[in-house]
T-cell receptor, first 115, second 113 residues
Framework: DTGVSQDPRHKITKRGQNVTFRCDPI?????LYWYRQTLGQGPEFLTY????????KSRLLSDRFSAERPKGSFSTLEIQRTEQGDSAMYLC?????????????FGEGSRLTVL | AQSVSQHNHHVILSEAASLELGCNYS??????LFWYVQYPGQHLQLLLK??????LVKGIKGFEAEFIKSKFSFNLRKPSVQWSDTAEYFC???????????FGTGTRLQVTL
């Protein structure tokens, strides 16, 4: 399967711990997005990269959240000092910028449960 | 800022019934519009999209959507639903120059036999 892959699929952690999620986009895609989805809501934009540059961050992305895409390929999303309110599904998506159509290809997500 | 409203949160239909899910967006400029579907246990996938041209667009599995600019709407339709259409449906929009998609809250469709 050459789609977007995310790891781990499910993470359970205690409040105050740090967690890191990894996303591997479709290989020829230069844009990579992170979204967060909570129960009963649609995906909410967090941040996106074009190649290795982080071009936009949502105000939802507090200073406890950091994302990187060091070589313009895979990306990591780290949450420091997790809180129960961070419990959600974290979605990664990728696309190519040709024609800027905006069609995103999503991974299956990483579900975070903070106890 | 752009936003998307999906007024139907949970819809239950019998197989073969017709479907229409509402989607309204707020943005005054050029938009690209999308419907995504998430089947149980699967990732979000594109159902159909509108960029320009014919406002009636057809997608996979017999779905279609109509862009009505004057109403800021992009409703999803299917003449006859199947049990396998049970899923969550999300409407999304981006502006002609914006790089991110803004999603609605989703509509959960349950099709009964």
């Amino acid at each position: 399967d050459t789609g977007v892959s995310q790891d781990p699929r499910h993470k359970i952690t205690k409040r105050g711990q740090n967690v890191t999620f990894r996303c591997d986009p479709i290989s020829e895609h230069n844009r990579l997005y992170w979204y967060r989805q909570t129960l009963g809501q649609g995906p909410e934009f967090l941040t996106y990269f074009q190649n290795e540059a982080q071009l936009e961050k949502s105000r939802l992305l507090s200073d406890r959240f950091s994302a990187e895409r060091p070589k313009g390929s895979f990306s990591t999303l780290e949450i420091q000092r997790t809180e129960q309110g961070d419990s959600a599904m974290y979605l990664c998506a990728s696309t190519r910028t040709v024609a800027n159509t905006g069609e995103l290809f999503f991974g299956e997500g990483s579900r975070l449960t903070v106890l | 800022a752009q936003s998307v409203s999906q007024h139907n949160h949970h819809v239950i239909l019998s197989e073969a019934a017709s479907l229409e899910l509402g989607c309204n967006y707020s943005y005054g400029g050029t938009v690209n519009l999308f419907w995504y579907v998430q089947y149980p246990g699967q990732h979000l996938q594109l159902l159909l999209k509108y960029f320009s041209g014919d406002p009636l667009v057809k997608g996979i599995k017999g779905f279609e959507a109509e862009f009505i600019k004057s109403k800021f709407s992009f409703n999803l339709r299917k003449p006859s639903v199947q049990w396998s259409d049970t899923a969550e449906y999300f409407c999304a929009v981006n502006s002609g120059t914006a790089s991110k998609l803004t999603f609605g809250t989703g509509t959960r469709l349950q099709v009964t036999l």
